[in-house]
């Protein structure tokens, strides 16, 4: 990174006559670089095999480990190459598998996973940049651990696409089951073995395919690591013979599926365990139907068990004989049902159901029935009423239970803020106390215990308790929130519901988070917010009070999007959000989508490397307000297409006669906010000359109505240190200032209570080049070697003109040679400096003269040296008229000439030493000092 801090020779300089203005820019890049590793694109052939790992089978041959794999389609039906087989013991991994989809089943290639053992691994890393939609179809997994766990990339998009599972394990993040957000076809999931797993359920789901999408049947299970219903109950189904059993286990937040051949099964539907206070109503138990539940001597009797008994005995009462039947117990305690059939000698029984049924007489405060705690954290306080009871756990649903030890601490009295040690895993705690002589017991409270670092679990905002964010209770599953994935829904008009605050002091990370349209959420306590995954998602209302809010700011495939109308993001204070792509639109075309808004308050800075998604649709969408000392830093020198959108309105000032002010800081693009009517400089558009060169047009000053004293100052950044002039530059209603050497500098003026204008004037010196750019000797009327113009190409040339200056001479000269090259060719025995002055035009169509550097021509014998001699000092330079010239104790001549050549005047100086020099002309001149055959000719600006 540049230091803007170094020191350089600068100095003010005023001109009131025309001269050339010299300009080029200074682009600063700001360099991101990255490596990574290539994969071979290899496509299957099966020359000589089925087996996977023959490089012969690949084209280009070699080992597919790790690689870029496309499977084609077969030419016909009966095509040899051999379909591609998976097999071995040895984990394998690829980058990205592709099997190409047939509209005819006939030409459809296929995969077969069949590995030797179930804990062998097939891994698919990602998907296909270049179409990953029927990326599956064709797979067969008949054994092993097929995995494929990047989100959004295993897709059966088409009505022929399929996957089928016979055995082993198909995991996947998520299946995309239709062709597009609004699906309106999509494949199917053959599943008759093994197990197939998706860990964040099935999207896209098209509801509309006869026979559905998921076929489980035989001994094959789907299971859903999260709680998933179907979107129609015959979108997972068993097909002609089978019918589909689900159990959501709440410990794990597992939904499964499995098949139970509808001839045979006579079990309970909905058999997961009920948690319940005594004297609360059951949930209605349902049989399946099925064959055997359809005859007509079948006889049934719903039976309980509890706890310690072995005999079931059966109920009494309506519905007892039923086959829906909702259980009611006489007092607290753990019950097992069942329903037993008899149809005449056959007596068959289904699974049991749990039934905790917790005493009545125990509260407790807040009632939490489960909540995720990582090992070292501490659990939301729980108080149980009546006090003297005794805390228990266990690690089995329904006891038997322990006191609390080192395993888990917490429990103190009728108090529990559970402190848990670990392993991670199911720990149920109870609260039991002896009323009446009798041991009452709570309900089991679950607590399921994580990893220290364990992040992404999706919680969604309840504010059952109150508007703390940082309470696990608030959230939904209870959790604390640091590193979850975080959603916030729309709260509607009637809603008493409370908004999210975050308010906990100290470092807080996010993973993803989702706030929805008309939701709010507020930060206003953590120093600093990491949202440490790759969904950002503004919908709603979110107010940034206090710290800073990161989005991976280094990695270019991260996004933080405010892209509905309703979004509105607003940084207050000093907050500061730092993302790398920040995107104001919800679509890539600016005349598609919507756009939120964005403001940027107080002393708040927004920063990114890319900002994008300017929606044009609405004119209201997609808009950055800024406001105070707000600003936006955007990486690079983007001052075109930002001041584009300011044209459109997409950046604006809300506050009457306040407007946005754009400059780049060699670093960043940097928009805030400046108010029109205070102590400011006339024109801070960016300006252009060259070392030593005062500025043509003067900087000057409005709004100074009251300010009697001022002194112009300048930096290397637009963010300070000033530094004054040499000599200071004070109370002067305008400057034109120089510098010495390249770079971009700026300008404010500042009063003598301290208030600095609202703005400043941006001053890039450059340089024209020339090449070669070394000294030439050459012959009279002989051709030296050919000089080339260097522009910067920022700058679209419209002409290049050369001239040049015999030394000595009074006069520049034109060569009438135009065009980006010149050819040195002189006929008089002399020392000459050639340069060109070019007309161009900058990237805001702002047109310059910029004079180049120059470079020696010798032509002929000729008795003089080098002209830059290094004995003579003239100082100050700038002056007010006053200026010294020091050549050592020699004598010496010297001559001021106007641009035009002529002499203003000439002097021997003979006593050699410091003289001092009165020339009272104002504008630039040259000076010209002889000593012998040495000389020395430089600029002279007197103001």
């Not at 089928?164 to 995991?171: C, P």
């Not at 539940?293 to 519905?319: I, Q």
């Not at 203003?904 to 410091?914: E, I």
Request: with cysteine; proline share 5%; hydrophobic share 35%.
């Amino acid at each position: 990174m540049k230091n803007f801090y170094v020191c350089k020779k600068v100095k003010p300089g005023f001109v009131t006559g025309k001269v050339w203005r010299l300009t080029a820019a200074l682009l600063l890049f700001l360099s991101l670089s990255g490596t990574a590793f290539a994969q071979v694109a290899q496509t299957w052939t099966g020359a000589e095999n089925t087996r996977f790992t023959n490089e012969n089978n690949w084209d280009p041959a070699g080992s597919p480990v790790g690689n870029n794999l496309t499977i084609p389609l077969k030419t016909d039906s009966t095509q040899a190459p051999f379909q591609l087989l998976v097999s071995g013991t040895d984990n394998i991994s690829v980058n990205w598998l592709e099997v190409a989809y047939a509209t005819d089943n006939q030409y459809q290639p296929t995969v077969t996973i069949e590995l030797d053992e179930d804990t062998a691994v097939f891994n698919v890393v990602t998907g296909s940049a270049s179409n990953c939609d029927y990326q599956f179809t064709g797979t067969i997994v008949k054994k092993g651990h097929y995995t494929s766990l990047k989100s959004n990339v295993a897709r059966l998009d088409e009505v022929n696409s399929w996957l089928r599972v016979e055995g082993g394990i198909a995991e996947f993040r998520n299946l995309l089951m239709g062709n597009s957000n609004s699906p309106s076809r999509g494949g199917k999931i053959y599943v008759s073995g093994g197990e197939l797993i998706v860990r964040d359920g099935f999207g896209r789901m098209w509801t509309g395919r006869a026979g559905g999408q998921v076929e489980i049947t035989k001994t094959g299970k789907v299971t859903v690591r999260t709680n998933f219903t179907p979107p129609t109950e015959n979108w997972i189904n068993g097909g002609e013979d089978y019918l589909i059993k689900r159990t959501y286990d709440a410990v794990f937040n597992v939904t499964t599926f499995t098949a139970l051949h509808k001839d045979s099964v006579f079990d309970v539907l909905n058999a997961e365990t009920q948690v319940l206070v005594f004297g609360e109503a059951t949930d209605t138990l349902r049989l399946m139907e099925s064959g055997i539940l359809s005859s007509p001597t079948l006889v049934l009797t719903w039976k309980y068990r509890k706890e310690g008994e072995l005999a079931f005995k059966s109920f009494t009462g309506p519905g007892a004989d039923a086959k829906a039947f909702a259980p009611v117990f006489s007092e607290p305690g753990t019950y097992f049902v069942i329903c037993e059939g008899v149809d005449g000698a056959k007596v068959v029984q289904t699974s049991q159901v749990m039934f905790l049924v917790a005493s009545d007489a125990i509260t407790l405060s807040p009632k939490i029935d489960m909540q995720y705690v990582r090992i070292g954290e501490t659990g939301v306080e729980i108080t149980a009423i009546p006090a003297g009871g005794t805390w228990k756990y266990s690690r089995i649903q329904g006891g038997p239970y322990m006191a609390l030890d080192s395993t888990v601490t917490g429990g103190v009295e009728n108090k529990l803020s559970p402190v848990f040690k670990g392993p991670a895993g199911n720990y149920y705690l109870v609260y039991e106390t002896e009323i009446g002589g009798k041991i009452h017991r709570s309900y089991e409270m679950l607590y399921i215990i994580e990893a220290a670092n364990s992040a992404g679990k999706t919680l969604t905002w309840t504010g059952r308790f109150s508007n703390d964010a940082n309470f696990p209770a608030n959230w939904t599953p209870v959790a604390n929130p640091y590193n979850n994935t975080l959603n916030v829904n729309a709260f509607d008009s009637a809603s008493v519901l409370p908004y999210p605050v975050f308010a906990k002091p100290g470092n807080f990370a996010i993973s993803s988070f989702t706030f929805a349209p008309n939701s709010r959420v507020t930060f206003d306590g953590p120093d600093t917010i990491s949202t440490t995954g790759s969904n950002r998602y503004v919908q709603g209302t979110v107010d940034l009070i206090k710290g800073v809010m990161t989005a991976r700011p280094t990695e270019n495939n991260q996004y933080f999007r405010i892209e509905r109308p309703e979004a509105v993001f607003t940084l207050h204070g000093t907050s500061k959000l730092w993302v790398y792509n920040l995107l104001m639109g919800s679509h890539s075309s600016p005349t598609a989508g919507t756009g939120g808004h964005l403001h940027i308050k107080d002393n708040a800075t927004v920063i990114c490397s890319n900002i994008d998604r300017f929606c044009t649709v609405d004119s209201t969408y997609s808009r950055v307000y800024l406001y105070d000392n707000g600003q936006i830093h955007i990486a690079g020198d983007v001052r075109s297409a930002q001041q584009a959108r300011i044209e459109m309105g997409k950046y604006l000032c809300p506050v009457e006669d306040w407007e946005p002010f754009m400059f780049f800081d060699g670093e960043y693009t940097i928009l805030k906010a400046r108010n029109t009517k205070s102590f400011s400089i006339a024109d801070a558009k960016n300006a252009y000359t060259t070392a030593n060169t005062p500025l043509e047009e003067a900087v000057t000053l409005i709004n100074v109505e009251g300010i009697t004293a001022w002194e112009w100052k300048w930096s290397l950044s637009p963010h300070g240190p000033w530094n004054s002039f040499d000599p200071p530059a004070t109370n002067l209603p305008a400057i034109n200032p120089s510098f010495s050497e390249s770079g971009s500098y700026f300008v404010i003026a500042e009063t003598s209570e301290g208030v600095q204008t609202s703005n400043f004037k941006p001053v890039t010196v450059i340089e024209l080049g020339i090449t070669p750019d070394a000294s030439q000797e050459i012959g009279l009327n002989v051709n030296g070697d050919t000089l080339n113009a260097v522009v910067p190409a920022q700058f679209t040339v419209t002409s290049v003109s050369w001239y040049y200056r015999l030394a000595g001479s009074e006069d520049y000269v034109d060569t009438y040679v135009t065009g980006m090259q010149y050819v040195p060719n002189f006929g008089t025995v002399g020392v000459y400096e050639v340069f060109y002055v070019a007309e161009v035009q900058d990237e805001f169509s702002v047109q310059y003269f910029l004079i180049s550097n120059s470079v020696t021509i010798t032509a002929g014998n000729v008795g003089i040296r080098d002209n830059r001699a290094e004995f003579l000092n003239i100082y100050p330079n700038p002056t007010t008229g006053l200026f010294y010239v020091d050549g050592g104790h020699q004598e010496y001549r010297l001559e001021i000439f106007d641009l035009t050549g002529k002499v203003l005047m000439s002097r021997q100086l003979t006593d050699g030493g410091r003289q001092t020099i009165n020339f009272n002309r104002k504008g630039m001149f040259i000076v010209k000092v002889q000593l012998g055959d040495e000389l020395k000719i430089g600029r002279l600006i007197v103001h």
